[in-house]
C-alpha cells in the first residue's frame, strides 16, 4: 500500500509540474471539453437573443409547447459549471491512478484508417452507455425522481442547458461513459479527446433547438435535435432514450418516436414571420 501511494504521488508531481500544461494531452482533456461546450453554447445563445427573422425560422419550435420551464438560466450555468468542475476533478484523479489512462490503445503512431475505426467504435460504446442509463433514470421512479428529473425542469431545452443535470446522473451518465468509452474502444489520448470534444458539441447542438443549416450536424445524424426535442416534451418523455449520435437503440427496443408533425416546419415559421411583419406594419399605419 505504502509503494502505491508513493507511485500515486510521483504521478500527482508529474502530472501537476509537467502534463497539465499546453501540448500535453492532459491539460487537452481538461480545457477543451468544457471551452467547447461554452464556446458552441454560447453562440447558439447569442443567437437566442438576438432573434433574427433569419435564425428564427430555422429554430425547432413545437406546435403544443406545454410547460414553461421551471428553473431560471442563472441556477443553469451554476449547475453546469459545478458539474464540469467534478468532471476536472475526477479526471485529475485518474490521471494520477492511472498514469496513462487515456494511452490504452496500441502504442505507437496509429494509421488513420484504425483511428476512425476506434473514434465510430468509441461513438457506438458512448451512445450504447448512455441508451441504458438514459432508460434506466426514467423507468425507475426513484432514480427519476431525484436524479433525472432535474434535467426534464427544462421542458424547452437550449443549448448551455445540455448538461444540466443532478451531480450523480453527470456523473453516471457522462463522466463515467467517457472512461468506459476510453477503455472499452481502446483510445489512445489524441482520439479519445476528440471523441469526447464532438460528444460534448453534439450534446450541446442537440439541445439548441436549431435544425439545419444553423445546426450543422441536424440532417447528418439521426439523432438531432427535433429527435430529443421529442424527449422533452411530455407526450414523448419515455421515448427516444438514445444520444448523442444514433438511433437504432429505440429502433430496436421500440422506444423510436418519430418527430415529424411535433413541430413547425420552417417554411411555417416564415409565415409567421411574414404575418407578424404584415400585421405590425398595418398597425404603424393606423
Not at 403544443?64 to 451554476?78: E, L, W, Y
Amino acid at each position: 500500500m505504502a509503494s502505491l501511494l508513493s507511485q500515486w504521488a510521483s504521478n500527482a508531481q508529474d502530472l501537476f509540474a509537467h502534463r497539465l500544461r499546453p501540448g500535453h494531452m492532459e491539460f487537452a482533456m481538461l480545457v477543451y471539453q468544457p471551452l467547447a461546450y461554452w464556446l458552441v453554447a454560447g453562440f447558439y445563445d447569442i443567437l437566442d437573443t438576438l432573434k433574427l427573422p433569419l435564425t428564427e425560422r430555422y429554430k425547432v419550435v413545437r406546435r403544443d409547447p406545454g410547460r414553461p420551464n421551471a428553473i431560471t438560466r442563472r441556477q443553469v450555468i451554476i449547475r453546469v459549471l459545478l458539474q464540469q468542475a467534478i468532471q476536472i476533478a475526477l479526471n485529475l484523479v485518474l490521471f494520477v491512478v492511472d498514469k496513462d489512462m487515456c494511452a490504452v490503445g496500441p502504442a505507437g503512431p496509429q494509421p488513420l484508417a484504425m483511428r476512425v475505426s476506434r473514434f465510430v467504435l468509441g461513438m457506438y460504446i458512448m451512445d450504447t452507455w448512455q441508451y441504458w442509463i438514459h432508460r434506466w433514470v426514467h423507468v425507475n421512479t426513484f432514480l427519476y425522481k431525484h436524479l433525472h428529473s432535474v434535467h426534464h425542469t427544462l421542458n424547452i431545452p437550449y443549448a448551455y442547458g445540455a448538461l444540466y443535470n443532478s451531480i450523480l446522473e453527470g456523473f453516471l451518465l457522462d463522466t463515467l461513459g467517457g472512461v468506459v468509452s476510453l477503455y472499452g474502444a481502446g483510445l489512445d489520448c489524441e482520439t479519445s479527446t476528440a471523441l469526447f470534444v464532438f460528444g460534448y458539441i453534439k450534446t450541446v447542438l442537440d439541445h439548441c433547438n436549431y435544425r439545419g443549416p444553423i445546426n450543422p450536424l441536424h440532417s447528418l445524424f439521426p439523432n438531432c435535435a427535433a429527435y430529443h426535442d421529442v424527449h422533452h416534451d411530455v407526450r414523448g418523455i419515455k421515448m427516444n432514450f438514445s444520444q448523442p449520435f444514433f438511433t437504432h437503440w429505440d429502433w430496436i427496443l421500440g422506444t423510436f418516436m418519430d418527430p415529424n408533425g411535433i413541430h413547425f416546419t420552417v417554411e411555417e415559421l416564415k409565415a409567421q414571420q411574414d404575418e407578424k411583419a404584415k400585421a405590425q406594419k398595418a398597425k404603424k399605419k393606423q
